[in-house]
């Protein structure tokens, strides 16, 4: 796992820092944490390949949260243990390569030295103590950045942007950095093999490994002459071909498994069912690849010439003039073929066992499967080049003589024909996947291009460099070029730069493989760069925006600093600091967006207190939401001083001063209308001061006040009064000194002090609720809104509202949902005062303090001043229930979460509130 952890000093300015295992780096790691103690609070960005994590540290605690997980401990190590997540691999021993000795310099005030000796793959984390010293120190990406962080953090706005302007760019063509930078003490530039993950380095006898992924050293070994290319016997043993025999590592620490003694063996090596074949100047061996003893040996009284090569059942040997097959389970001779000549280049196995072989100096012959003798022969070959590309049944190779232009030759086995598909190639070739064909990969002559064509010899993708190039490499999906200092990384593809990379010196060497990719400079510095495809790139650009965007929030520039974190949002939308960021930026410029991201935040740093306050802030700012408790809620309802939810648990009852703490619970049920001192839960009726169960027949209304439900249902006051109900009223509402009854097919009012009728009326449709409103009564049906005189019951007038529309009563006037729009009526005469237009189909209303609040089928909860009628503000919460409770809002969203949210917040009009400072455009 390729891991990267960026702290901020107070600033937010990153320093990298990771943990290691090692001796040195233990006590290299305590050193710098008895310094870092000295600062109050420090925080992270763990960047990783599989995604992001974040630290942070008060005092020496630590606290970091990976993808929700939260862990604590006294040092960052435990911290991150804790946290990992158990569905994933275990979390590895080290996780990158820790420059403690730059940081250490640049802590002395040696931060030119710091610099020099970090190069190309210098970390942000020197800017957190002094930005580069000079201009020539910018040049590479990466240190570039550094730079521009560290004029963030001294607050030179103008010049960081400037930088971060200037890397995001570089970043969007394509240019990219390495992940660690190592200097060896080889004397030449060494050789480099990429095995397993791990970086094979040989020179002068002596090899070494190290950590492809952090640069390690994992072990050095001094061994004399040798190959300098390990094979890879299996996923722990390496095999090292060395002048006077053949030895079996360990791949994970080099110490010695066995070693067989050979006379100069020749490096191709062949493997097959547990052994594995290595031809030397006298014999061809058989060996045991567990315990290294020699199983059989094969001497064809002839030299061979190369290393044997596998084919269908058998195995090939180059000895002298002939090919000799062999048998490779006893080493028994199956027959010899006769190819004329000496042959002068290692065997090449064809895919349909068929065998290729250069013969003397200008020809190449082809054996096919099964056969003793020679199948094709193609002569007038010369100066053809080491190695060719095999596909199927063709064979290309580069041939050519003197100070003539070579040629790329294609030949074909199965028809016997050959064909020039070009002029002025310069080898090496390689074979690459060209979506559905194979294509093959060259330069150009001057070296100042790379090409590739399909077999026939049709150009497939043509790319110009500006330099001749040195090293380059390829494997499926990728051509990685070295061009002076600089890497250019081609998609295989269609020839387009994907990446581009400067780095310190000239590339030397290159090694390239599917895991990652390493460079040599002139100088032996060894680069390790990204694996092909990986999303670090993508990390790296989004975290560059984010700081873009955090420059232009500190600069005032809001507008620009929405639009470059949107960018950096779409690189990766559940990033914790682009949440942040994106979440602040939402708050000083009142985007309602910024409300989800507030409430994801606080759930997934719940322990985070600086966090919870900004949160917590910013929700207040934008929406009035006062409290947020996730408590996985499906619906809720109030009383004057109850907060009654239905969770996934049962039934509870909560004060709204503290609505994370349930007072009392009971069993689950649906949850019914709030009369008085009771909520009916399911079939019963429940006290709101404990839950304690109604006694059965009696329906609550408020003091002293309740219907029995008996076979003739009797409508009590205490011991005042009581009265039958009659036939159709079923429904009553307590409104100050009025009992307002309704039904199904009448409507009625009676006095709350001593039970009179004052007035009762046949209706033709069933209401639904009914609300006193000043002389006025206001009764709901399906078909309308009707009023009627609050002495008499005459109807005044009627107001058609469609069935469903929500409605609900403010002070004077009346406001109904229809469409999109909010309708204002006056209660008096039912006259239209005016409409809103909230933008979607209005779902529920309510009132609550000095607003309404609509919720709406595009997932928003709107609030809406009544008296200038205009939208507050707004919030992407899509409820599922809600209650006003006095001046609050008691809220329930689909993700379970209870919110309170007051309405007498007193926000500015939405007016006002889209006059945002536009400082960038000055």
């Known amino acids: ?205 002596t090899f070494e490994a190290r950590s492809l992924k952090t640069g390690e050293v994992l072990w050095r070994r001094a061994l004399g002459p040798a190959e300098p290319k390990p094979v890879a016997l299996n996923a722990e043993t390496l095999l090292l071909v060395l002048d006077d025999g053949v030895e079996a590592i360990a791949a994970h620490t080099g110490q010695p498994r066995w070693r067989t003694a050979l006379k100069a063996p020749r490096p191709q090596i062949a493997t097959k069912d547990g052994d594995l074949f290595v031809a030397d100047a006298e014999a061809v061996t058989a060996i045991d690849i567990t315990t290294g003893d020699a199983r059989w040996q094969y001497d064809g009284l002839l030299t061979p010439v190369a290393g044997p090569v596998l084919t269908g059942h058998h195995l090939a040997v180059p000895m002298g003039p002939v090919i000799a097959v062999l048998n490779p389970k006893d080493g028994v001779e199956a027959g010899r073929i006769d190819v004329g000549d000496e042959l002068s280049a290692p065997l090449i196995a064809a895919a349909d066992g068929g065998l290729w072989a250069f013969v003397g100096s200008d020809d190449v012959v082809f054996v096919p499967a099964a056969r003793t ?199 990766d939308e559940h990033f914790y600091n682009a949440r942040v960021l994106r979440a602040e930026i939402g708050t000083r410029t009142r985007d309602d967006s910024a409300v989800a ?23 207040q700012t934008l929406a009035g939401i006062r409290e947020v408790q996730s408590i996985d809620a499906r619906s809720v309802r109030t009383s004057s001083t109850w907060v009654v939810t239905r969770t996934s648990t049962g039934i509870q009852g909560r004060r709204p001063a503290t609505p994370g703490v349930s007072v009392w619970t009971a069993p689950d049920a649906p949850l019914g209308p709030v009369q008085g001192p009771a909520i009916r839960v399911g079939e019963r009726w429940l006290q709101l001061r404990d839950g304690a169960p109604v006694p059965p027949g009696l329906e609550p209304l408020g003091e002293d006040l309740y219907i029995e439900r008996t076979a003739a249902p009797t409508l009590r006051r205490g011991d005042r009064w009581s009265r039958a109900l009659p036939d159709g009223l079923t429904k009553v509402r307590w409104d100050g000194d009025d009992l307002l009854l309704f039904g199904p097919s009448r409507v009625a009012r009676w006095s709350a002090t001593t039970g009179e009728v004052r007035w009762t009326r046949r209706r033709r449709a069933p209401v639904e609720a009914m609300w006193r409103v000043g002389e006025r009564v206001l009764l709901r049906t399906a078909g309308g809104l009707h009023a009627v005189d609050a002495d008499n019951g005459r109807q005044r007038y009627r107001v058609s509202v469609g069935a469903g529309a929500p409605v609900v009563v403010l002070g004077p006037q009346a406001v109904f949902g229809e469409g999109t729009e909010l309708k204002f009526l006056r209660a008096d005469d039912g006259r239209l005062r005016g409409t809103l237009d909230v933008g979607a ?82």
């Not at 580069?132 to 990406?141: K, W």
């Not at 100066?383 to 030949?411: D, F, N, Q």
């Not at 050959?418 to 150009?444: E, S």
Request: aromatic share 4%; glycine share 10%.
């Open 841 to 922: 189909r209005v779902v529920r209303l309510w009132s609550a303090g000095a607003y309404l609040f609509a919720a709406l089928d595009s997932g928003d909860l709107v609030s809406v001043d009544p008296r200038r009628r205009r939208r507050v503000a707004s919030a992407g919460l899509r409820v599922r229930d809600g209650a006003a409770i006095g001046n609050q809002l008691a809220v329930v969203d689909d993700a379970g979460r209870l919110l309170m949210i007051d309405g007498q917040r007193g926000l500015r009009p939405e007016r006002q509130r889209r006059s945002r400072v536009r400082n960038d455009r000055r």
């Open 1 to 205: 796992m390729v891991s990267t952890l960026w702290l901020s000093l107070l600033a937010a300015t990153p320093v990298t820092i990771a943990t290691g295992t090692s001796s040195t780096a233990c006590g290299a790691r305590h050193a710098l944490m008895g310094t870092l103690r000295q600062v109050p609070r420090l925080s992270a960005t763990w960047v990783d390949d599989r995604g992001t994590a974040d630290a942070r540290t008060v005092r020496g605690r630590w606290t970091v949260i990976i993808d929700g997980h939260q862990g604590e401990g006294p040092d960052l190590e435990h911290a991150l243990r804790r946290a990992w997540p158990s569905t994933r691999t275990p979390l590895p021993e080290g996780l990158v390569a820790p420059p403690y000795p730059l940081l250490s310099l640049a802590c002395e005030g040696r931060v030119a030295e710091a610099y020099r000796r970090a190069g190309a793959a210098v970390p942000w984390a020197l800017a957190t103590i002094a930005p580069p010293p000079d201009r020539e120190a910018q040049g590479p990406l990466l240190r570039r950045w550094a730079s521009a962080r560290g004029q963030a953090a001294a607050g030179r706005s103008k010049v960081a942007i400037r930088e971060l302007r200037t890397v995001v760019k570089r970043m969007v063509a394509g240019a990219t950095g390495p992940i660690w930078r190592a200097e060896t003490t080889f004397e030449d530039p060494p050789e480099a093999t990429v095995i397993g993950g791990r970086v094979l380095l040989f020179d002068n006898g």
């Open 373 to 571: 003798t020679v199948g094709r022969r193609f002569e007038g070959l010369p100066g053809a080049a080491w190695p060719p590309a095999v596909v199927g049944g063709r064979l290309a190779v580069v041939a050519g003589t003197g100070t003539g232009p070579r040629r790329l030759v294609v030949v074909d086995a199965r028809r016997g024909r050959r064909k020039t598909a070009a002029r002025g190639v310069r080898p090496p070739l390689a074979t690459i996947a060209g979506g559905d064909r194979p294509l093959i990969v060259h330069t150009t002559r001057d070296r100042r291009g790379m090409v590739a064509r399909a077999l026939a010899g049709p150009l497939a993708w043509r790319v110009r460099l500006p330099a001749p190039l040195g090293a380059w490499a390829a494997i499926p999906g990728v051509v990685l070029v070295a061009v002076s200092n600089r890497l250019i990384a081609v998609s295989a593809a269609d020839g387009r730069r994907v990446h581009t990379l400067t780095l310190d010196g000239r590339v030397a060497d290159l090694a390239l493989a599917p895991e990652g990719a390493v460079a040599i400079l002139d100088d032996g510095t060894v680069y390790g760069l990204l694996p092909p495809g990986s999303p670090r790139h993508d990390v790296w650009l989004g975290q560059a925006r984010l700081h873009l965007a955090r420059a232009y929030l500190d600069a005032g520039k809001l507008d620009a600093a929405r639009k470059v974190a949107t960018a950096a949002l779409v690189d």
């Open 597 to 619: 991201d507030w409430l994801a935040l606080l759930e997934t740093a719940p322990d985070d207190r600086t966090l919870a306050t900004r949160a917590r802030h910013g929700l």
